[in-house]
């Protein structure tokens, strides 16, 4: 920091308040050095004082005073500092307020001994710097292959299309491509027709088509896993589909008519209760909750406008073959209807309400 001028006073007391200055410091920043800096802050404001026209007027009381303003003034005096140093590697203010402002929080929050402040903040201020670039470079390289999947994700949901997957990430296009997925996929597309397709199966152009829906959907899944997809009809593979198609109509039966499903035993009463009400499925849903498990959402709207949700925790095996580890039917809240005297408008990306109004209409 700045030096300050000379002090005419006795050299006994100058030794006596750098030393309760010192003292009050290592009480309060026990792994740093700042007793040098606080004592020159401390001694600039007693200079200004009235008190400093009678410096035996000087008292701890005093210095405990104003040792919160000092100690406010150093690291005022250190943050701009370091704000110096980022700026002449930056030219960057918002960054470099940022990086300095963490150099200042990590020191406060070391835990070893800080002898040299200065040093240690020019040091840290520069390792901040180039992380902050090097996590750039990071985003840069992550928003690039982020937009090669979008383009990839986009391309696959498509239908119609013939599947690209050239922008995914190698690692996983390197799986997707030593896949059997893929290679009937590719065995498909080396047919220009489904007669061809047929033909060279032996089966009928029908039963051709219906392979080809099953080729289609099973890479699209495969793909889908593989970039992070877990809630979507889209992720189940044919087979997996068609089983969960077959598992709902045999959970609507018990809703209906409280047959019997082939399931354990322990399992039926309560798969039973769940389903109790539900006439038809107007919806359903399933989340990948681990490699072969699965929550699997089923909606009815009742005669009476309710709404019934009910879940199962499913696990299905490499057969396809579903078993039930639980259920349960969700529990209804309420609906906040809106009034009959409220128009609502059409206008895209526009507000409704005003958030007071909102919480105006909950009370």
């Keep these: 920091m700045k030096e300050i001028s000379s ?17 009050l410091t290592s009480q309060r920043f026990y792994y740093l050095n700042l007793a040098d800096d606080i004592a020159n802050s401390i001694l600039v404001s007693f200079m200004n004082s009235s008190t400093f026209t009678d410096p035996t007027g000087y008292s701890k009381d005093y210095i405990k005073s104003v040792f919160p303003k000092a100690v406010e003034d150093v690291f005022s005096y250190y943050q701009k500092v ?23 929080r990590q020191l406060l929050s070391s835990k070893n001994k800080i002898n040299d402040v200065y040093s240690w903040l020019r040091q840290v201020t520069h390792n901040l710097i180039c992380k902050h670039y090097k996590f750039k470079a990071n985003e840069k390289d992550l928003h690039n292959l982020l937009y090669m999947e979008t383009s990839s994700l986009q391309n696959v949901m498509e239908s119609g299309k013939i599947i690209d997957i050239e922008g995914l990430d190698p690692l996983k296009k390197k799986k997707i491509l030593a896949s059997q997925e893929y290679r009937d996929y590719c065995a498909m597309l080396s047919f220009n027709s489904i007669k061809e397709y ?14 080809k829906e099953r080729v289609i959907r099973n890479i699209k899944s495969k793909i889908l896993l593989a970039i992070g997809w ?27 008519n ?10 039926n009463p309560k798969l039973a209760q769940v389903m109790k009400g539900i006439e038809r499925i107007d919806d359903w849903g399933i989340t990948m909750v681990d490699n072969c498990k699965f929550r699997l ?30 259920c349960k039917k969700n529990e209804y809240i309420g609906v906040h209807p809106i009034p009959a005297n409220i128009q609502i408008l059409k206008e895209k990306g526009k507000s409704l309400w005003s958030y007071e109004k909102i919480i105006s209409l909950l009370k």
């Design 7 to 23: 002090i005419a006073m006795n050299k006994n007391l100058y030794n006596e308040i750098i030393r309760y200055i010192s003292e």
């Design 82 to 104: 370091t704000l110096q140093y980022c700026l002449t590697k930056t030219n960057d203010h918002s960054v470099s307020e940022d990086i300095s402002q963490e150099a200042i």
């Design 198 to 211: 047929a033909s060279s199966m032996n089966v009928s152009e029908k039963v051709a088509q219906k392979r």
């Design 230 to 256: 877990e809630a979507s009809r889209e992720i189940l593979s044919y087979n997996q589909y068609n089983a969960i198609q077959k598992f709902i109509r045999e959970l609507l039966k018990i809703g209906c």
């Design 258 to 267: 409280g047959e019997d499903i082939k399931q354990n035993s322990k399992l």
């Design 297 to 326: 959402y089923l909606f009815h709207l009742s005669r009476d406008k309710q709404p019934i949700t009910t879940t199962f925790y499913i696990v299905l095996n490499e057969k396809n073959h579903i078993s039930v580890e639980s």
